[in-house]
């Protein structure tokens, strides 16, 4: 079993496309056709959004999905990592959404946010939280690597120097 991390996330961005967003993950919450074990797999919502699931990582589900003011606010959880490609598709798909978000996978230590002016996620390392601040690079590089991992393509050197 992977560890779980869990990510907060607060979108931003035209209201038409927040609603359509919204609507897309909505009806798969309220339709029993796509329920497994009474979770919402991100991979349905890949799916939703134009990519084939097998090609994006994908593992795991959200939550608390809320149409909140003019933000879109839900929790996804889960394997190791947030799941950058996930949220890529979405801005490629809607792209005036500004997404933030801050990740917790306490087990091996993940902790990571985008919100550098802390306008949802105000937590520092000066307060005492261990978040590192991700950018859109340092997302990709993630991506890079994850991938490179799986496919074999990259080795983890554990333990040597």
């Known amino acids: ?40 797999w991100l991979g349905y919502l890949v799916s939703a959004l134009g990519k084939n699931p097998e090609d994006v990582m994908c593992r795991g589900d959200w939550t608390g999905l809320k149409r909140e003011g003019d933000t879109l606010r839900m929790t996804f959880e889960t394997a190791w990592t947030p799941c950058f490609e996930v949220t890529q598709l979405m801005k490629e ?24 002016e802390g306008k949802y996620f105000p937590e520092t390392e000066a307060d005492g939280h261990p978040f590192w601040l991700m950018t859109e690079e340092s997302e990709q590089e993630a991506i890079r690597l994850i991938r490179g991992i799986k496919d074999g393509s990259i080795e983890l050197q554990v333990g040597k120097k």
């Not at 560890?3 to 961005?13: F, L, M, R």
């Open 93 to 116: 798909k809607y792209p005036s959404l500004r997404i933030f978000y801050k990740a917790v996978e306490p087990d091996c230590e993940v902790y990571l946010k985008n919100d550098a």
């Open 1 to 40: 079993m992977a560890n779980i991390c869990t990510t907060k996330y607060v979108i931003e961005g035209k209201k038409e496309e927040l609603d359509a967003l919204y609507q897309v993950m909505a009806n798969f919450e309220v339709s029993e056709q796509y329920m497994i074990d009474e979770s919402n």
